[in-house]
């Protein structure tokens, strides 16, 4: 058994959940987010709490309790307080503007870069910090994780797009010749 499957999710008072068979539903004042339930795990709501419980003790199922207990755990954050990932570009030249649902990036390529927006996050580019926000942390992540893709930060100047708390580990350049 997890230890983090195992812990109660406590239910705030502002979020409905709902258990349909397989379909969990988590509302709140942010909005709604879905969730299909494996068939090894078992959800239940007990009053204002979530219990996640594993259905048989096979390697599988203690596997996803964990899981299904961390993703039910982050829909509930999501849908009261939501999630925010904050990215910078580093680079002379480079930059980023937002038009409409589109964020188009100039990175140093012969040509700019559009990036549509997918439903539910939100991006607010100012100079090189781009701010994006949803209350789905999965697509949250992975759309920066494609942001970020589009020009990754080099280890000699660091240049490129990169997360707010990373650390970019620099290498040295060419040592010169000898004499």
């Not at 599988?60 to 961390?70: D, K, P």
Request: aromatic letters at 6%; hydrophobic letters at 40%; charged letters at 30%.
């Amino acid at each position: 058994m997890s230890r983090i499957g195992k812990r109660p999710i406590p239910i705030p008072k502002d979020v409905e959940v709902e258990v349909q068979g397989d379909l969990l539903r988590v509302k709140g004042p942010k909005g709604e987010l879905k969730c299909h339930v494996h068939p090894k795990i078992s959800v239940k709501k007990d009053g204002d709490k979530i219990s996640v419980l594993a259905v048989d003790e096979s390697r599988e199922a203690r596997s996803l309790h964990g899981l299904f207990g961390a993703l039910i755990y982050n829909m509930v954050i999501g849908v009261t307080r939501g999630f925010e990932k904050v990215l910078e570009i580093v680079g002379v030249g480079y930059k980023a503007e937002l038009k409409g649902r589109t964020a188009v990036f100039n990175l140093g390529y012969s040509h700019p870069i559009a990036f549509d927006l997918p439903d539910g996050i939100d991006a607010n580019i100012e100079k090189s910090r781009i701010v994006l926000s949803g209350i789905d942390k999965e697509l949250l992540g992975m759309t920066a994780a494609k942001i970020r893709g589009l020009r990754a930060p080099e280890p000699y100047k660091g240049k490129g797009i990169k997360y707010a708390d990373e650390m970019i580990r620099r290498k040295a350049g060419k040592a010169g010749a000898t004499k």
